[in-house]
């Protein structure tokens, strides 16, 4: 073991000697390969205890047999999260109380299940399988997540062993779904399709899942970890904000590849990832991503959990550091430098119809804020197969495509979409809206998102529809519940974060204004944060009339037509932005 870290502090003087400097030990990080694996607090006392994957034997074989009331503490609080499971919110608790209960008090005797998607990759037989599970188990709900997952309420423990059963007959899983575990991987939606593509990182992802999750020496993680992979030029996969990302690339002498980014994260502590400036080919991704993966495992910090992230590290060592111990320790040869990814190009969210590299086309279509339900998700799976596809995507944005649609059946296809309730072709209000679970079902948010985002965007298209050729491009939305930041919102134009908010002094369900967030894309070169007002909260059913009013300084203030609303959010004064 590496001997105790010390800070030093000055001593008092001595006439006549040098002055030096007396060493006090500082607390450990919890750093494994530092200060040893005892652990030191609660959540690393329960994961070194038991591996969490072992809870899966223990729900199949007591826990479903026995009901909710015979499921141990620290496996309900813990470890089921390896396996895809939260309880959710017990209904009626208002967004007041959420500080002051304990989760206990918070739960109810119901679960969230999170379906793993890596890359989004779905086939019409999988995603049948999904909405039936929901239409049996789950009350007919799901939601398309800003992660490409898909996730599912209302389930009991007492179901959880078929509700597996049916998705593992058709290869899906919920493994390591949440928990302190390498989460999905995010990857292109339009990987291998997409006529622009320049690689298909589809190999790389699928070597990744099946070499590495459900690895027992990658399940006990300081946190969570996750990871972005794309080749396509319009980088949609999120990768700034992410811990390990690939992003494709040509190397002027090396050719395709990926330029590697570590490091990024939102939550309350925002933290963009970093370069490392390094080239990585495709076949050496998964090896990368492993030893990216071992140091966060190794080095990362455990004592505290708000500093258990990746990010927290990279802010300690810099990227130089990082990339010495990487190659140094966790890879066999060092990795060539590269160039910088170029500029994004193209709207990642892929909605719209799109020719494929066959010649075929796909279609990109936006439910409400991702809210569908196991009905929608049926009859998507059916409307695709009788357009002659048998694959489908979710995206990064809350979106869903379908793939290989001849030319002569995409109006159609349109058509059958819309009357689900996924337009192909929607305002840009609901194309750019995205909102986290919420108050409905979260335990950590304190103010609904889902419906009042939903109800924004219906108003919005009201007030505003006429004027969407003059705003020209979308102007991001995203409505999260608490300061967590599930739904990204320091990246968007108008970020909004629940909170208890005064309103003429009653204290009421609101949101904080963050203005002129984004990540790279074709309308800015790099990803940024966005700003706040100091006192500017906006009510909870307010959204639409802020959103309105600063949309409209926007277009009377703009400079000119391709001024963005970020760019404009940032050089305001604070009178425009209320």
Request: net charge negative; aromatic share 6%; charged share 25%.
């Amino acid at each position: 073991m590496s001997p105790e870290p010390t800070t030093a502090v000055p001593a008092a003087p001595v006439r006549g000697a040098r002055t030096r400097t007396a060493r006090v030990p500082t607390k450990p990080h919890g750093q494994w390969a530092v200060d040893g694996t005892e652990p030191l607090n609660g959540n690393e006392e329960f994961k070194l205890a038991d591996n969490g994957l072992n809870v899966r034997e223990r729900i199949e074989s007591t826990y479903a047999a026995g009901g909710f009331a015979s499921i141990d503490p620290t496996d309900l609080h813990g470890r089921f999260r390896w396996w895809g499971l939260y309880t959710q919110r017990k209904p009626g608790i208002d967004g007041g109380r959420t500080a002051t209960l304990s989760p206990e008090e918070l739960e109810d005797e119901y679960f969230m299940l999170r379906v793993r998607v890596d890359g989004g990759q779905l086939t019409t037989e999988q995603l049948r399988v999904i909405g039936g599970i929901s239409t049996e188990f789950a009350r007919d709900t799901a939601d398309l997540t800003d992660r490409q997952n898909i996730q599912l309420h209302w389930i009991r423990i007492e179901d959880v062993p078929e509700v597996w059963r049916r998705l593992e007959e058709v290869d899906l899983s919920t493994t390591e779904a949440c928990g302190d575990v390498p989460r999905v991987i995010l990857g292109s939606p339009v990987a291998g399709i997409a006529a622009d593509e320049i690689i298909d990182p589809t190999p790389q992802i699928r070597e990744i899942v099946d070499r590495f999750i459900g690895d027992e020496s990658l399940a006990n993680l300081p946190r969570k970890y996750k990871t972005a992979i794309t080749g396509h030029p319009s980088q949609d996969v999120v990768h700034e904000i992410n811990d390990c990302a690939f992003v494709a690339l040509e190397h002027p002498t090396l050719g395709i590849g990926y330029d590697l980014w570590v490091g990024g994260a939102l939550s309350t502590v925002p933290r963009l990832g970093e370069r490392l400036g390094v080239f990585v080919s495709p076949d050496r991704v998964a090896e990368v991503w492993h030893g990216v993966t071992r140091i966060f495992r190794d080095y990362g910090y455990r004592r505290l959990r708000n500093k258990a992230r990746l990010k927290f590290l990279l802010a300690d060592w810099g990227t130089e550091r990082f990339r010495e111990v990487l190659e140094t320790e966790y890879l066999d040869t060092p990795l060539p430098d590269g160039p910088a990814a170029p500029k994004p190009v193209g709207q990642g969210d892929h909605v719209g119809v799109h020719r494929q590299k066959d010649g075929l086309f796909y279609v990109g279509a936006a439910p409400a804020v991702g809210r569908v339900s196991g009905t929608t998700l049926t009859a998507l799976a059916d409307l695709a197969e009788q357009h002659g596809s048998s694959r489908i995507r979710t995206t990064p944005y809350q979106k869903v495509l379908v793939l290989d649609v001849a030319e002569d059946r995409v109006e159609s296809l349109v058509a059958g979409l819309d009357k689900i309730g996924l337009q192909a072709r929607p305002s840009l209000f609901r194309r750019a809206t995205i909102a986290c679970t919420g108050i409905e079902f979260c335990k950590l948010a304190i103010v609904e998102t889902k419906a009042n985002a939903a109800q924004a965007i219906t108003q919005l298209e009201e007030r505003l529809g006429a004027l969407e050729p003059e705003i020209g491009r979308p102007i991001t939305l995203h409505v999260n519940g608490c300061p967590n930041s599930c739904a990204r919102i320091q990246t968007a134009d108008i970020g909004l974060k629940g909170q208890l908010v005064t309103i003429d002094g009653e204290q009421v369900p609101g949101y904080q204004v963050h203005l002129g967030g984004g990540l790279a894309n074709s309308d800015r070169a790099e990803a940024g944060l966005g700003r706040t007002v100091r006192g500017l909260k906006v009510p909870a059913d307010g959204i639409a009339d802020y959103a309105e009013r600063v949309i409209r300084r926007y277009l009377a203030d703009r400079e000119s037509a391709d001024e963005t609303f970020a760019t404009w959010a940032h050089r305001a004064d604070e009178e425009a932005l209320q």
